[in-house]
């Protein structure tokens, strides 16, 4: 999905909600596999329920149990700003001829 960005309008075409830069994110970052940013361990589950945030997953090392998004650990993390306008920000930053 990455290569068929080609401007910031292609950006909010293809991710038209934050739940689709949200998978974006995990896919570009995880792909197939998701891993604890805390201890590392590639073994996790979704948590489920009406009151969790889409995205949250738990660690299932017994040490561990943490909880963590895409954006833990990241610039991005407790970020109030919608995921679409920072990967914007980034194509901008990455695709600017001169830098910015």
């Avoid at 739940?19 to 896919?27: Q, T």
């Avoid at 940013?37 to 948590?47: T, W």
């Avoid at 660690?59 to 991005?76: A, D, G, M, N, Y």
Wanted: proline share 5%.
């Amino acid at each position: 999905m990455i290569t068929e960005l080609k401007s910031v309008r292609d950006v909010w075409k293809k991710m038209p909600t934050e739940r689709h830069a949200r998978l974006f994110l995990e896919n570009a970052i995880w792909g197939d596999d998701r891993f604890c940013p805390h201890c590392g361990s590639l073994r996790s589950r979704p948590l489920r329920g009406a009151s969790v945030r889409p995205g949250l997953y738990q660690c299932s090392e017994k040490e561990c149990r943490s909880q963590f998004t895409v954006t833990t650990r990241t610039p991005l993390h407790a970020t109030k700003l919608d995921l679409r306008i920072w990967i914007a920000a980034m194509f901008h930053v990455l695709t600017s001829s001169k830098g910015i």
